[in-house]
């Protein structure tokens, strides 16, 4: 079956715009998470969902960070006013355990550049 | 705070050899599980293993196979026979638990292999 899918897989943006980054997990899981890769770096917890309920969002670095499942499925991350500092890999993985305590399955990831 | 440490930026090997990457860990939680992950050039992150703290076994898959030493907190990764196709990134990660009964991994800096032939 299909796995995660991320769009785009690559954004460029001028600082100050707003982007908009995509996730479609693999159907039926419920746990979807976000990660942000800095260049050289390890992925690093953004947020979390449970179906549509956003149950952890420690994770994002400031409030220009927005992220939503409206449905479920589908996730959407939203960044507005982007800075230079937010130049990294956006990756989505999906779980299908509640408690994801076994693997979760990462799509390709979303790189970001903020020129 | 949970925490992985890869202390090994880089490695190479020659195809057809194994390889160790080495992978410590620090948590108070008695309970945790611990991951590896390959991430080719591509981008995505691979499932490889899975060690949960209270399994007696070393987990393998393959020929990948986790050197579990409870006592040491470590973890490390072991692929025999070597291939061209494992030249890649592999992070190391423990399951964190959060309140409302879910988890986030805690990765490492990562390791770079390179495979030679």
């Known amino acids: 079956g299909a796995g995660v899918s991320q769009s785009p897989r690559y954004k460029v943006a001028k600082r100050g715009q707003d982007v908009a980054l995509r996730c479609d997990p693999i159907s039926g899981h419920v746990s979807l998470f976000w990660y942000q890769q800095a260049l050289g770096q390890g992925p690093e917890f953004l947020t979390y969902f449970q179906n549509e309920a956003q149950l952890d969002k420690s994770g994002l670095p400031s409030d220009r960070f927005f992220a939503e499942r409206p449905e479920g499925s589908v996730s959407t991350l939203k960044i507005q006013r982007t800075q230079q500092e937010d130049s990294a890999v956006y990756l989505c993985?999906?779980?299908?355990?509640?408690?994801?305590?076994?693997?979760?399955?990462f799509g390709p990831g979303t790189r970001l550049t903020v020129t | 705070a949970q925490k992985i440490t890869q202390t090994q930026p880089g490695m190479f090997v020659q195809e057809k050899e194994a390889v160790t990457l080495d992978c410590t860990y620090d948590t108070s939680d008695p309970s945790y599980g611990l991951f590896w992950y390959k991430q080719p050039s591509s981008g995505e992150m691979i499932f490889l293993i899975y060690q949960g703290s209270y399994d007696q076994q070393n987990a393998t898959e393959g020929r990948y196979s986790l050197n579990f030493q409870k006592a040491r907190k470590s973890a490390n990764l072991v692929i025999s026979a070597s291939q061209l196709g494992d030249s890649a990134m592999y992070f190391c990660a423990m399951r964190e638990a959060l309140s409302g009964g879910y988890n986030k991994l805690i990765f490492g800096a990562g390791t770079r292999l390179a495979v030679h032939p």
């Open positions: 993985a999906s779980s299908s355990r509640r408690d994801s305590t076994y693997e979760q399955y």
